[in-house]
């Protein structure tokens, strides 16, 4: 069974920068592609960053040159990098692993709040 952690959340003034921790304990399968959703109050679901098993990554266009999607495989830890932050950037951020051969997993979300 795999879990997955997320931690960095918090409260920071618009200009800051935070880092978002995801976890995963268990036997991770291998993976097809990783990333974060996040999702503020009253708005739709909203795919911030993908990192895909080659490598690739890829924004939403209201994040891009901002936001920077990593991971680590010694730790099992994958990260977003969130810089120049704006009002705009609050919500809970939640990450995600897709494996075609064992469907979503996710974490339980980490709230954003960025103050102006």
């Known amino acids: 069974q795999v879990q997955l952690a997320e931690s960095g959340g918090g409260l920071v003034q618009a200009g800051g920068s935070l880092r978002l921790s995801c976890t995963a304990s268990g036997s991770l399968p291998r993976f097809d592609n990783m990333g974060w959703y996040r999702q503020a109050p009253g708005q739709e679901r909203e795919l911030v960053a993908q990192l895909f098993g080659g490598g690739a990554t890829r924004y939403a266009n209201a994040v891009k040159g901002r936001f920077t999607i990593s991971r680590e495989n010694a730790r099992n830890t994958m990260y977003l990098q969130m810089d120049s932050l704006k009002p705009e950037d609050t919500a809970v951020y939640s990450c995600?692993?897709?494996?075609?051969?064992?469907?979503?997993?996710w974490g339980q979300g980490t709230q954003v709040t960025v103050s102006s």
């Open positions: 995600y692993v897709f494996s075609l051969g064992s469907g979503n997993y």
